[in-house]
């Protein structure tokens, strides 16, 4: 008989890992990294392949979580974003001063 998976298991939190944010169970991958690949037209199979460590359902579990609480994850890309834009500048300010 197949093993039973609980979708409330596939997705969690770990305050020492990726700052608490939601994540797949057991992994370092965040529901915003799997978010944007989606947003950048990927489809969940693509995703999985993308990363052989996790499986299909553990892609729609975390997609899932991601369209029951966009903004939360919206918040958390735009804050990703501009923290790399920040770095970004602060990369160009220090190759002038070279």
Do not use: C, F
Not at 29 to 54: C, D, F, N, Q
Not at 67 to 92: Q, S, T, V
Request: hydrophobic share 40%.
């Amino acid at each position: 008989m197949a093993t039973i998976v609980e979708i409330g298991t596939l997705i969690d939190r770990e305050s020492g890992v990726r700052g608490g944010r939601p994540k797949i169970a057991g992994t370092g991958l965040t529901v915003r990294r799997i978010a944007g690949w989606y947003k950048m037209g990927m489809s969940p199979e693509e995703i999985a392949l993308e990363y052989p460590h996790i499986n299909l359902a553990q892609v729609h579990a975390a997609l899932a979580y991601y369209h029951a609480n966009r903004e939360e994850i919206e918040a958390d890309i735009a804050d990703e974003e501009k923290a790399a834009a920040e770095w970004e500048k602060r990369l160009g300010e220090n190759r002038g001063r070279g």
